[in-house]
């Protein structure tokens, strides 16, 4: 009994402590779940972002106050980085469009010249200005380009791309084989594009390639192909930069430096991923992988 009157004393005196208490830890409670909940939506957005040119920026509406700050200063920074990717890609864009007029004017010159060993070797440079002005604006187009996905099938990608670099294995003697395990696999994406992806992988491997060597491409169920050369590798501290534009492999080696760039923004712009490593046998191993459906 004395438990009890106890109890009911501190109940008289201190209930209404008890409830504003509780009160205050509902409303604690309810801030909280609204700030977590405004909080996932930022965390969305950040996982959506585009590194190369994010378009996105962070909600701002029902953050808690102490957060609105530094939200809106990287929204600012959002901005900066979008302002300056459009720019960059603009100039890059109009330079190599206002450089085709001239080389057609220069070529134009060039077949009025006498033959000669100088009219030769300015037309072999003009055809690689020409392919590197070619290849920019392909670069450039890729990474500013939207395209609605469409289901691609790896395999008849594969199939097609080696039948139309086949004139260029026999030429240099390099065997070209596809290994499908796979019967099929289908991907999101533009069959277009993956073809150039798949066709830069495989001229590049001819290219370390040497006479009776085979290029193998092999296709698997985890939404993949992979190009396998027997050539001399890839230098270790090479593997890292491989990929970003004009890396060469020797740096005197032949070409602009481009292919494999194009290969990744074209990857990139799949949301997956291209990669390089080197075989234990020798030779290297390029790698698409892409994002499952």
Known sequence: LLFFDDWRRFWASGKDLLIVTLGFMLIAVFVLLLASRSLRRVARVAHQLDERAPAREFPEDGLPTEVLPFVRAVNDMIG????????????LSAAAHELRTPLT???????????????HRLRH????????VEQLLRLMSIRN??????????????????????????EQRVGLALDNTAGSVTVQGDETLLKVALGNLIENAISFSKPDDTVQVTIDLDNGIAVRDQGPGIPTEQLATIFEPFAKNPPNRKGHGLGLAIVG???????????AGNNAGGGATFELSFPRV
């Open 80 to 91: 900066r980085v979008r302002a300056a990717h459009d720019e960059q890609a603009f100039f």
């Open 265 to 275: 923004a074209i990857m990139g712009l799949h949301r997956g991923a291209v990669s």
């Open 145 to 170: 380009r939207d395209f609605t996905a469409s289901d691609v099938d790896l395999v008849a990608v594969a199939q097609a791309v080696i039948t139309d670099k086949a004139p260029m294995a026999i």
């Open 105 to 119: 004017v220069v070529r134009t010159w060039l077949d009025d010249l006498p033959d000669g060993e100088t009219k």
């Open 125 to 132: 440079e003009m055809r690689n200005i020409s392919s590197l």
